[in-house]
């Protein structure tokens, strides 16, 4: 069983924090929480780190909904179609859904840091370990449980595959709105290098257990700034409640403890 655990530390972006984090959660005996920041100079190349294989089917895709915190697409983890493989891993990880973090301006939102920079967001492939556990609810207890593949989005030119996203966002404004989403391939918004950081960490949101193998990409994806302004135009609130938009939706940095950033590269 992996113990759960918080300790957010002061706010080092000096962002409005995400009402979550306002309340002090501090949960004794957490030792592997994430985010972190990644200093580069002190990650471990590590030889014995296979390729990521990566192999989604795009058919395997159901919907984008808008779940207060985020917009999540989530996909049909009822068979091996869209899996995860190598890597840091030892089992194959179904894919369960997609997600990102991201700033009210372009100067944070990401959740993860490299060298204390942060970029304008962050997005999150969750996976679960399909191999050692019946659902995805029973992996999200354990230590192995989850393998999340991070990618920093920073700004740049347009991202034609994460366009289909942005055009339906309008659909999922409030909080517990979806749409159906047939056929999306979430492999156009990884980065074709095939560098990455990965270390044992958490969720980054409640129920913040330590069950995740992180896998940070080191090449972010660029986009546009209509792109990021669209994140910005979701909310955090149902319809007929008082608006609040969905911005900062980024947990502070916790602390690195006994924890070595092992790289894929030298
Ligand atoms: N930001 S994250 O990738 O760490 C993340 C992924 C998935 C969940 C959902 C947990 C649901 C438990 O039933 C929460 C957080
Ligand atoms: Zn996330």
Partial sequence: PCSLAACSRKNTRNASLHPLWQSPLTIPGGTRQSPINIQWRDSVYDPFLKPLKISYDPTTCLHIWNNGYSFLVEFDDSTDRSIIVGGPLENQYRLKQFHFHWGAINDWGS?????????????????WNAVEYPNFEEAVMEGNGLAV??????????????QTLVDALP??????????FDVFDPSCLIPSCPDYWTYAGSLTTPPL?????????????????????????????SDGEEERRMVDNFRPLQPLMNRTVRSSFH
Avoid: C, M, N
């Fill in 209 to 237: 257990t330590e069950s995740v193998t992180w896998i940070i990409k080191k090449k972010p994806i660029e986009v546009d700034e209509d792109q990021l302004e669209a994140f910005r135009t979701l909310l955090f609130t």
């Fill in 171 to 180: 659909a999922v404004r409030h909080k517990d709105t979806v749409i159906e």
């Fill in 149 to 162: 593949i991070g990618v920093f989005l920073k700004l740049g030119a347009r991202h034609e595959g994460l």
């Fill in 111 to 127: 959740e993860h840091t490299v060298d204390s920079k942060f970029y304008p967001a962050e997005l999150h492939l969750v996976h």
